[in-house]
């Protein structure tokens, strides 16, 4: 981070894919200016058409730059436009921006490196910004942009360059909350007085009054000793130091399986007590792979959906972000087109109907399970509404916090909505785990008492897997 001279306000140039990422940062920038190159205009120009995300950012941020020039005539865009909260919240924004917008308004004097031609975009913006610095060496011009190589050619150039990272949720992942808490050692005497303790409709509760309940979060589970010893969650706080939580369900036993699938350590039985309690609208499991999130997720939904009738059916997507090279076009329906997407489905599928009948009965369940388990894409989530689901989003740390957003506001009433992915495997071009859409729901959900999640630690797939998770 580039320190401020004097804390004084400071011109920020910013880059095209800035804008292209978060419509909304020209009001981000509080009482510090903005300077918008030609370029910029140009090729947000070029990346109006079409209906993919980037494409509908660029013309929102269209939109907002007409309404900032709505009634300024040239001398006012000379003069720089008042970014302030009116115009704003006319866009739906609610922003305190005070700093002043400028546009390239006349031809500057490039002065950069024969190895740095203006004729290419990149290189046209740094030339902008360090004729800015020539111009204006009262103010400290810093280029603001995405791209990690422009940035690094600003650095040997001289030019202060910084990442955008107002839509960073934690300063670092660490800090992300994993959904569960061990308890002291000494904890139940600490608290042996406050401790009251009550059975109700089958279910263990225990309401717990103490300094260190501050800490909790709804939903949040808590344990104490091995595996099975003692976990619970906490189902309600109600003050700041007080709290009720509730003996979880063990699902180690085969007895108490969920759709023949077991829990196999203490994180895999938090998960599955989230996804089988319909007071839970929304859970999110984070894990790396093979600790079990998609085969949890799919076996909840299916003895929910075909043993408990809460649920109509259950619709799976994911991000279609290809790791390699893109395959090009698939034929067929939606579903079809998904289905090469959807390998996790099928490879879970397999492990969930095994029936003991042979191949007839083991056909017959293929039947009935894919009857009642849909495959969209997200492409066409966008004004759709979801009734009595349980939604499965798959390889979430791929998705923004805007989409995350536009998918999530389609639950209806009697909708659970389930997220996995693992902020490590990112794939879409200026995410990273600290801006992910799974990083900023987890953070933003944890105080809510219908929102649960939980990390998964240990890998389960096979001893290969584990051990190239670790080694590699």
């Known amino acids: 981070m580039i320190t401020r001279q004097n804390d004084q306000t400071c011109l920020f140039v910013l880059d095209t894919n800035v804008l292209m990422h978060d419509p909304t940062a020209i009001f981000r920038f509080q009482e510090h200016d903005i300077f918008l190159p030609m370029m910029v205009l140009e090729e947000l120009d070029h990346g109006k058409k079409g209906l993919s995300e980037v494409a509908r950012n660029v013309r929102q941020v269209s939109r907002f730059l007409d309404q900032l020039m709505t009634g300024a005539d040239k001398s006012e865009i000379d003069a720089g436009l008042r970014i302030g909260p009116i115009s704003a919240s006319g866009g739906g924004i609610q922003l305190p921006s005070t700093g002043r917008l400028y546009f390239q308004t006349e031809t500057l004097d490039l002065k950069l490196p024969p190895s740095l031609p203006g004729t290419v975009s990149d290189n046209h913006i740094l030339g902008t910004a360090q004729a800015l610095r020539e111009r204006r060496p009262d103010r400290q011009v810093i280029l603001v942009s995405k791209d990690i190589n422009l940035r690094i050619k600003a650095a040997v150039l001289g030019i202060p360059a910084e990442d955008y990272s107002n839509d960073q949720v934690l300063?670092?992942?660490?800090?992300?909350?994993?959904?569960?808490?061990?308890?002291?050692?000494?904890?139940?005497?600490?608290?042996?007085?406050?401790?009251?303790?009550?059975?109700?409709?089958?279910?263990?509760?225990?309401?717990?009054?103490?300094?260190?309940?501050?800490?909790?979060?709804?939903?949040?589970?808590?344990?104490?000793?091995?595996?099975?010893?003692?976990?619970?969650?906490?189902?309600?706080?109600?003050?700041?130091?007080?709290?009720?939580?509730?003996?979880?369900?063990?699902?180690?036993?085969?007895?108490?399986?969920?759709?023949?699938?077991?829990?196999?350590?203490?994180?895999?039985?938090?998960?599955?007590?989230?996804?089988?309690?319909?007071?839970?609208?929304?859970?999110?499991?984070?894990?790396?792979?093979?600790?079990?999130?998609?085969?949890?997720?799919?076996?909840?939904?299916?003895?929910?959906?075909?043993?408990?009738?809460?649920?109509?059916?259950?619709?799976?997507?994911?991000?279609?972000?290809?790791?390699?090279?893109d395959i090009g076009f698939l034929p067929g329906t939606e579903e079809e087109k998904m289905t090469p997407w959807m390998g996790a489905l099928m490879d879970n599928l397999e492990v969930l109907t095994k029936p003991d009948g042979g191949e007839w009965a083991r056909a017959a369940t293929n039947d009935l399970i894919r009857n009642r388990i849909r495959i969209s894409s997200l492409n066409f989530m966008r004004g759709r509404t979801f009734l009595n689901k349980y939604i499965i989003l798959d390889e979430a740390q791929n998705l923004t916090a805007k989409q995350m957003k536009t998918l999530i506001t389609r639950s209806g009433p009697g909708t659970k909505f389930v997220c996995l992915g693992n902020i490590s495997q990112i794939d879409t071009p200026y995410l990273t785990e600290t801006t992910s859409g799974l990083t900023y729901v987890v953070d933003r959900f944890k105080n809510w008492p219908h929102s649960g999640h939980i990390t998964l630690l240990r890998g389960e797939r096979s001893r290969l897997a584990d051990f190239a998770s670790q080694e590699l």
């Open 171 to 325: 300063d670092d992942v660490t800090l992300l909350y994993t959904g569960m808490q061990e308890l002291p050692e000494d904890f139940w005497s600490h608290h042996d007085k406050s401790l009251d303790a009550w059975k109700e409709e089958g279910r263990t509760l225990y309401r717990i009054e103490g300094p260190d309940i501050a800490d909790w979060y709804p939903a949040q589970c808590v344990f104490l000793g091995e595996d099975g010893a003692f976990e619970a969650i906490v189902r309600e706080k109600q003050t700041e130091t007080e709290a009720i939580i509730e003996l979880v369900d063990d699902y180690r036993p085969a007895r108490n399986g969920v759709w023949g699938i077991s829990a196999r350590n203490r994180e895999q039985n938090f998960a599955l007590n989230m996804l089988m309690d319909p007071e839970l609208d929304f859970v999110t499991l984070l894990g790396a792979a093979g600790t079990g999130k998609t085969l949890l997720a799919l076996a909840a939904g299916l003895a929910q959906v075909l043993d408990r009738n809460l649920y109509r059916e259950i619709i799976m997507t994911r991000v279609t972000v290809p790791v390699g090279e």
